[in-house]
């Protein structure tokens, strides 16, 4: 079975990552300058800065500062020292900085912001990944990321060695109870067979002269549901918030109905439980922690003689 698109560091990201930092301009300069260090620098002055971890984590971001750089149309030279996905050390430089001091100093807070984030989702995806290291779940992000900042955080997600699920409503069909219960006739809700039925039916044409997404997954609450929805093949049934004992027990009815289906377990998946799901047999384990629970990493930019370097 495909799976979701995987987030690179490709054109739709360079243009997200170009739209944030256009707001971030807006948002520090407006239509004026950075009063501060036009005052007290003198505008041929030239020097060099190092992006430093101040704690352990996982690079991310790498990918996406010359991009930042460039729309800031800074007069500036980037020096990548490390690469995305590897592990920060305290201390040591991840990427340099050299050009007019002004430049520096204006865009600092948009890349440490950006940077900072985006190594904190991707160390905290990691932190999952390494909880169930050696069970053939994989860890998935969700939809519930910091509006704007969607492809940059799944992006980060990757480099912590998470996988992505959807990246919008268009990218593949999650049926859902609002779905069941809005999609019936004459008042009466639809089953989660016939939805799944309808979904691969539209999976297989043109929608509105567009093509319909490669995925049918659809959410259930109960066994009984799950059940129902076996036999008509879904790609992925989402398993919500079951406890273990019927998360087992819906590992073994897929088994014996349909091993071809993959299932995956949402709703109350934490650091402290997602082991224990993993081990459970199911196929992947997706948690909105990724991304809405992650934590900014400490990055700081430390100033040196670039002329001497």
């Not at 030239?46 to 996982?58: A, D, M, N, Q, Y």
């Not at 971001?61 to 010359?66: F, K, Q, R, S, Y």
């Not at 039916?201 to 959410?219: D, F, L, N």
């Not at 093949?233 to 009815?253: K, Q, T, Y």
Request: glycine share 8%; aromatic share 4%.
């Amino acid at each position: 079975m495909s799976d979701y698109v995987t987030v690179t560091a490709d054109s739709s990201l360079e243009n997200d990552t170009r739209l944030l930092v256009r707001l971030a301009i807006a948002e520090d300069l407006s239509d004026s300058v950075d009063w501060t260090s036009v005052c007290m620098v003198d505008d041929e002055q030239r020097g060099g800065c190092e992006i430093v971890p101040r704690e352990s984590g996982v690079c991310a971001g790498l990918a996406i500062l010359p991009w930042i750089v460039d729309e800031f149309e800074a007069d500036l030279e980037l020096e990548v020292l490390s690469d995305d996905g590897s592990a920060l050390v305290p201390g040591q430089a991840i990427a340099r900085l050299r050009g007019n001091v002004r430049d520096l100093l204006t865009s600092e807070r948009t890349i440490l912001n950006l940077l900072s984030r985006l190594c904190g989702v991707a160390t905290q995806a990691k932190t999952y990944v390494d909880a169930i290291a050696g069970a053939k779940a994989s860890v998935y992000d969700t939809r519930k990321t910091t509006p704007g900042w969607r492809l940059l955080e799944k992006y980060a997600v990757v480099c912590g060695g998470g996988r992505n699920h959807r990246r919008g409503l268009y990218d593949g069909f999650l049926i859902k109870d609002n779905h069941l219960q809005l999609g019936g006739t004459a008042g009466q809700p639809m089953s989660p067979r016939e939805a799944v039925e309808k979904a691969l039916k539209w999976r297989g044409g043109q929608v509105q002269r567009m093509t319909a997404p490669s995925i049918v997954e659809i959410e259930v609450d109960t066994l009984d549901q799950l059940r129902d929805v076996l036999s008509a093949g879904p790609d992925i049934v989402l398993i919500d918030n079951f406890s273990l004992d019927d998360i087992r027990a819906a590992v073994a009815l897929r088994d014996q109905l349909n091993p071809n289906v993959e299932l995956e377990v949402s709703g109350n998946v934490t650091i402290d439980t997602i082991a224990a799901i993993a081990a459970t047999g199911v196929e992947r384990i997706s948690s909105g922690a990724l991304t809405h629970q992650a934590t900014s990493l400490d990055l700081g930019l430390d100033w040196y003689d670039a002329a001497a370097s």
